[in-house]
């Protein structure tokens, strides 16, 4: 099992910044790839971007690349979502994912396990 606690969520206003955090915990933080997904209300999970299980390998939905950027601290079992530009488009409940497998996915049905969510609100 792996435990994820996801922070760092708020209101902002439009063009401003946040940087959500995910704390792990439980089994080796490093053999996960993990993923960033939200939700809007009334519409379908979808993909924001995942990291590698090393950290060098990065990818991102086009309707955020250029804005947002995933990294992580395998050393402090966290994993970030810096998000810059904001744009009420980008309200959302953030949640992030791990998928213990390291091929490439941006389905939520293949991510193992999730956090409670953290909710981004953008103002205009």
């Known amino acids: 099992q792996v435990q994820l606690i996801e922070s760092g969520g708020g209101l902002v206003q439009a063009g401003g910044s946040l940087r959500l955090s995910c704390a792990a915990s439980?089994?080796?933080?490093?053999?996960?790839?993990m993923g960033w997904f939200r939700q809007a209300p009334g519409k379908e999970r979808e993909f924001v971007g995942r990291?590698?299980?090393?950290?060098?390998?990065?990818y991102y939905a086009d309707s955020v690349k250029g804005r947002f950027t995933i990294s992580r601290d395998n050393a402090k079992n966290t994993v970030y979502l810096q998000m810059n530009s904001l744009k009420p488009d980008d309200t959302a409940i953030y949640y992030c994912a791990a998928d213990r497998t390291p091929l490439y996915s941006d389905d939520a049905n293949e991510y193992d396990y999730w956090g409670q969510g953290t909710q981004v609100t953008v103002s205009l």
């Open positions: 990291i590698n299980r090393s950290g060098g390998l990065t």
């Open positions: 439980g089994r080796t933080f490093s053999n996960y790839a």
